[in-house]
Antibody, heavy 118, light 106 residues
Framework: QVQLKESGPGLVQPSQTLSLTCTVS????????VHWVRQPPGKGLEWMGR???????SYNSALKSRLSISRDTSKNQVFLKMNSLQTDDTGTYYC????????????WGQGTLVTVSS | DTVLTQSPALAVSPGERVSISCRAS??????MHWYQQKPGQQPKLLIY???NLASGVPARFSGSGSGTDFTLTIDPVEADDTATYFC?????????FGAGTKLELK
């Protein structure tokens, strides 16, 4: 079945770079889009960006200058890198797969909590 | 960016019908989706493209609307439906979410 799992450090220091990995199974990265969504504690959801099935990327303009999404199809992994982290970047980071371009996010990882603190 | 506006909270009794609204600041065609999120859990897709029921979701949930005004309806509401409901559009980049409507049961 379709599964996604996020991994990465739980604690990042201010001004440092966050690196997260989304490992997927049950589908091919060359057939479906994978997105990153984050949620600050007790707050709403923010779409960060996507890796399209064809390798193209798209980013939230609010994060574009700090964010990079890449993939390794041989390892079934999608990567997120975001630099210059601040305390308001604290939250749960999810990778998610849509049903097809423009459709809803049908499959979600369990999320990984990232705390930005010294 | 496309702003999605939802009412912050609703309280209903079990067995009643509830409608949760989402208004977009610009047209999103039918590319509106609805999610349910319970504390400590990831969001769950309920409705995609305005009115399509996601796999495994009870038929008590339904969606309607197009353009800028959309509605998620739960009929009848059950105790397990206590959660926060988010709308999300995928017509305009960047994709955006509403702030969520917290549904409480009386």
């Amino acid at each position: 079945q379709v599964q996604l799992k996020e991994s990465g450090p739980g604690l990042v220091q201010p001004s440092q770079t966050l690196s997260l990995t989304c490992t997927v199974s049950g589908f091919s990265l060359t057939s479906y889009n994978v997105h990153w969504v984050r949620q600050p504690p007790g707050k709403g959801l923010e779409w960060m960006g996507r890796m399209r099935y064809n390798g193209d990327t798209s980013y939230n303009s609010a994060l574009k200058s700090r964010l990079s999404i890449s993939r390794d199809t041989s390892k079934n992994q999608v990567f997120l890198k975001m630099n210059s982290l601040q305390t308001d970047d604290t939250g749960t980071y999810y990778c998610t797969r849509d049903l097809g371009t423009g459709s809803g996010f049908a499959y979600w990882g369990q999320g990984t909590l990232v705390t930005v603190s010294s | 960016d496309t702003v999605l506006t939802q009412s912050p909270a609703l309280a209903v009794s079990p067995g009643e019908r509830v409608s949760i609204s989402c208004r977009a600041s610009e047209g999103v065609n039918s590319y509106m989706h609805w999610y349910q999120q319970k504390p400590g859990q990831q969001p769950k897709l309920l409705i995609y493209k305005a009115s399509n029921l996601a796999s495994g979701v009870p038929a008590r949930f339904s969606g309607s609307g197009s353009g800028t005004d959309f509605t998620l309806t739960i009929d009848p509401v059950e105790a397990d439906d206590t959660a926060t409901y988010f709308c999300q559009q995928s017509w305009n980049d960047p994709y955006t979410f509403g702030a969520g409507t917290k549904l409480e049961l009386k």
